[in-house]
């Protein structure tokens, strides 16, 4: 059976084609950088991660639906089970609360820390703002064609 493709899919899969296309994964320098910061552990929960396993993640702090990007401060080393089944889409420090509520506050204070240090490094918050906008405006017209282009197709009814 063929899958169904709704336009609200196709929107989507095409911003994220865009975004691809837009914005480069990061760098190796960034991603060591990353690894080095975090001391090869999960930024959460603090898990001991190996490279080019699986397991090992960069999650965004801010998701790139939020108005995130790939610049290197704006992601962390994750373990599979933190980013990928726990975190989801939620805020960095919400998500952190929850996952160290029962740890010391000496242990919590340096998870909160060591990823506050690193977002801390970001570039200028209020030019990437812009351009976070401008790309979202670009998105939304790319969106409007789209929309055109659907009620054309099934005009002519193929």
Wanted: proline content about 3%; charged content about 25%; glycine content about 2%.
């Amino acid at each position: 059976m063929a899958v169904k493709v709704t336009p609200s899919m196709a929107k989507n899969q095409m911003a994220r084609a865009i975004y691809a296309i837009a914005v480069p994964p990061p760098a190796k320098d960034a991603v060591e950088a990353i690894w080095k910061h975090f001391k090869s552990r999960c930024a959460y929960c603090d898990k001991r991660l190996t490279r080019n396993s699986r397991k090992a993640h960069l999650d965004h702090l801010v998701s790139i639906s939020e108005g995130g990007n790939n610049d290197r401060h704006n992601l962390v080393l994750s373990c599979s089970i933190c980013n990928g089944d726990e975190k989801l889409d939620r805020p960095w420090r919400e998500f952190l609360e929850e996952k160290t509520e029962n740890l010391s506050t000496e242990l919590r204070t340096s998870r909160f820390g060591r990823i506050q240090e690193w977002a801390n490094q970001a570039a200028d918050t209020a030019n990437q703002r812009e351009r976070v906008s401008q790309f979202q405006e670009l998105v939304t017209q790319a969106h409007s064609s789209f929309d055109q282009i659907v009620q054309r197709a099934r005009a002519l009814s193929l």
